[in-house]
T-cell receptor, first 110, second 115 residues
């Protein structure tokens, strides 16, 4: 079983829509979780860390469900500039290995 | 100046060439990483250095040879590569593992093509 699994999409949504991505992880002892954004042919960039209580940064909301071992990312009022691949990243409980999902592709359409 | 800098941005090399990728970080981190990203695949961890000591070698072929002279610099020496080694090679850094969770900060990558 993969450490981290994501729906690769693609998700094609109109501007202004709300879109949600989920990601599941296999190791229940994992402690830290992140969402990264990767534009075509560029490096991944940290979008936000995911905290146990959930956290929000502008139009972006991240949540963690430990019981079901999944994290989510919600994007409200989608902009054209949100088009990218969103990577779910889980840090091992030993703190020495980051596990990446394959990424979810989002295209926001005018 | 960006936090993590990689050179070169693009590299084309033949199978008999020897080349090196360079990474430098200015974030005060103590851990540095090499990742490989091929099309349609998740990022693959290659090597991890923690306080200049190699702590992970993810079954990487010996034609890839890392070097970490200090906590700020990381190299990946390449020799006798194969066409399937063509990929985006990403360097990253973070605070040392084991403490509070520190995310990875990536360099802009080297796009390698092996002919």
């Amino acid at each position: 079983r993969k450490e981290v699994e994501q729906d690769p999409g693609p998700f094609n949504v109109p501007e202004g829509a709300t879109v949600a991505f989920n990601c599941t992880y296999s190791n229940s002892a994992s402690q830290s979780f992140f969402w990264y954004r990767q534009d075509c042919r560029k490096e991944p960039k940290l979008l936000m860390s995911v905290y146990s209580s959930g956290n929000e940064d502008g139009r972006f909301t991240a949540q963690l469900n430990r019981a079901s071992q999944y994290i989510s990312l919600l994007i409200r009022d989608s902009k054209l500039s949100d088009s990218a691949t969103y990577l779910c990243v889980v840090l091992s409980n030993t703190g020495n290995q980051f596990y990446f999902g394959t990424g979810t592709s989002l295209t926001v359409i005018p | 100046e960006t936090g993590v800098t990689q050179t070169p941005r693009h590299l084309v090399m033949g199978m008999t060439n020897k080349k090196s990728l360079k990474c430098e970080q200015h974030l005060g981190h103590n851990a540095m990483y090499w990742y490989k990203q091929s099309a349609k695949k998740p990022l693959e961890l290659m090597f991890v250095y923690n306080f200049k000591e190699q702590t992970e070698n993810n079954s990487v072929p010996s034609r890839f040879s890392p070097e970490c002279p200090n906590s700020s610099h990381l190299f990946l020496h390449l020799h006798t590569l194969q066409p399937e080694d063509s990929a985006l090679y990403l360097c990253a850094s973070s605070h040392a593992p084991g403490g509070s969770a520190s995310p990875l900060h990536f360099g802009n990558g080297t796009r390698l093509t092996v002919t």
